[in-house]
């Protein structure tokens, strides 16, 4: 079918938040460091991990269980609140646009099949109605 058809608008909303939230997953690293004296090795396994965990999360989300994974990171992202108090609110609004994303999009999706298969089948309808025939 076209690519109308086929392209996800879920997909492309939930890869553009978590590449977002990548970017800010990646600035809590020096911060952890920095003012709540994470060992620089843990900060660099938890923010670099959940870092490219989000780019390769958004990069599968062609597969089902890659939206699980979000929620997942999601809840990460959350969890780094106990050592970054400002992550709790962070998180938490990341939350709130994955959720967004993830649930607006099944909608869209599902709409839009509504939509394309009441197209196609007012198009076979019309094909085999000649309003010229009539007219004789």
Do not use: H, K, N
């Amino acid at each position: 079918m076209s690519d109308e058809r086929t392209r996800s608008p879920r997909r492309g909303m939930c890869a553009a938040v978590l590449s977002l939230e990548a970017v800010v997953l990646g600035l809590t690293t020096p911060v952890m460091v920095v003012i709540a004296d994470v060992p620089l090795v843990t900060a660099l396994l938890v923010g670099l991990g959940l870092t490219v965990a989000c780019v390769l999360v958004a990069g599968m989300l062609r597969r089902e269980w890659a939206y699980v994974a979000g929620w997942a990171i999601q809840v990460a992202a959350t969890a780094l609140g106990f050592v970054v108090p400002l992550m709790f609110f962070l998180g938490l609004l990341f939350g709130a646009l994955w959720a967004t994303a993830d649930l607006l999009g099944q909608r869209i999706e599902r709409e839009r099949a509504e939509a394309f298969r009441a197209f196609d089948a007012e198009r076979r309808g019309e094909a085999g109605d000649d309003p010229a025939a009539d007219e004789g």
